[in-house]
């Protein structure tokens, strides 16, 4: 049993992707650390606006009532990379999620499958969100209309990034912590990578004695990231943190994180801690190509939930297709 603290953080990550950041609900479940936060001032998250076209792997995952509630990466032409705290119920995906109203360049698309880790904690409100990974399939492919879209890559390196490397997160999350009003356009803000040991002493003291801390809920497939005033927050879970190429629509973007949970934001006490995607590689790597990609994914029959580490290729698995279609660094597994 995790100590009572974590859990409003988790609870309000579980209420938010259900309820929108407008869901008050949501941000008043982590109140019993109002007090705390009031001490360092407003949570300004210290975005800008991402340019135009910059970040053509982003996607957004809208319900179909409250909106977006989480961002997520195209990482093959019919599948996207998110946290799996964000899915659940029901929902699309808008490709091209430069802003949040639609534009003739978005596009929604329906979920086919989704494949959650399966060491992703069954019991969300008994836990910090560990393997916070899920793959999502949607029923047709990218590519078949036509849209100016990237593949994110996907980092296989462990010894990368390293700390103080900088990294960048989007989303159209909440630009400060007591908003509740999303971001119409698409954020980006830059951040510094942190060791795993430093990021496990983050806490909070008060009159001599820990009151809030990270300790070991931070595990080795967590990654995370910090800057002065700057963080991701509630409704950028599920965007991807990325090592910034040059490519003009993040063609050559390494996607090193997946934003997951963090106590308040931007919290000097508290950096932002997100998925390492280096640490799932394989996993990740695996469900993109079990089974392979079609040319009519709807034809696939192959059973694609909760497969395991050790799950053989499938051996309809063409890996030129795959090839063209993703970009896992590193080569292929
Ligand atoms: N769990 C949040 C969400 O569902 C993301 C929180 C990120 N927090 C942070 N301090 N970086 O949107």
Redesign the pocket.
């Known amino acids: 049993m995790k100590p009572l603290l974590l859990q409003p953080?988790?609870v309000?990550?579980?209420f938010?992707?259900s309820s929108c950041a407008a869901d008050d609900g949501g941000l008043r479940l982590r109140g019993g650390q109002d007090d705390t936060m009031a001490r360092y001032g407003p949570r300004i998250i210290g975005g800008t606006a991402a340019p135009p076209g910059r970040y053509k792997h982003f996607v957004s995952l809208r319900h179909p009532f409250y909106g977006h509630?989480?961002?997520a990466s195209l990482v093959a032409a019919d599948t996207v990379l998110t946290?799996a705290?964000?899915v659940d119920g029901s929902y699309y995906v808008v490709v091209n999620s430069e802003e949040l109203s639609l534009t003739p360049d978005s596009h929604k698309f329906d979920v086919r499958k989704e494949i959650i880790h399966p060491n992703y904690p069954i019991d969300e409100f008994d836990a910090a969100?560990a393997h916070d990974y899920v793959l999502i399939f949607l029923n047709e492919t990218v590519t078949s209309r036509n849209l100016q879209v990237e593949y994110i890559k996907l980092n296989s390196n462990s010894d990368e990034p390293k700390q103080n490397d900088p990294v960048t997160?989007v989303?159209h999350?909440v630009n400060e912590y007591s908003s509740t009003e999303l971001s119409e356009t698409l954020m980006e803000v830059e951040l510094f990578v942190l060791s795993n040991e430093q990021c496990k002493e983050s806490k909070l003291e008060s009159g001599g004695q820990v009151v809030l801390s990270y300790g070991d809920d931070i595990t080795d497939e967590m990654i995370c990231?910090q800057d002065v005033g700057e963080?991701?927050?509630?409704?950028?879970?599920?965007g991807p943190l990325f090592v910034k190429g040059n490519d003009p629509g993040g063609a050559d973007d390494v996607q090193v994180g997946i934003?997951?949970?963090?106590?308040?934001?931007?919290?000097p006490n508290?950096?932002?801690?997100?998925s390492r995607i280096s640490e799932e590689y394989e996993w990740i790597a695996r469900q993109i190509c079990t089974p392979c990609l079609h040319s009519n994914p709807r034809s696939i029959t192959v059973e694609r939930v909760y497969q395991s580490g050790s799950t053989k290729l499938s051996p309809h698995c063409d890996r030129s297709t795959i090839h063209q279609s993703t970009k896992l660094v590193g080569g292929w597994i």
């Open positions: 953080l988790f309000a990550g579980f938010f992707r509630f989480c961002g946290a705290h964000c969100p997160v989303g999350g990231a963080d991701s927050c509630q409704g950028d879970s599920g934003v997951s949970w963090g106590y308040g934001c931007a919290d508290f950096p932002g801690v997100y």
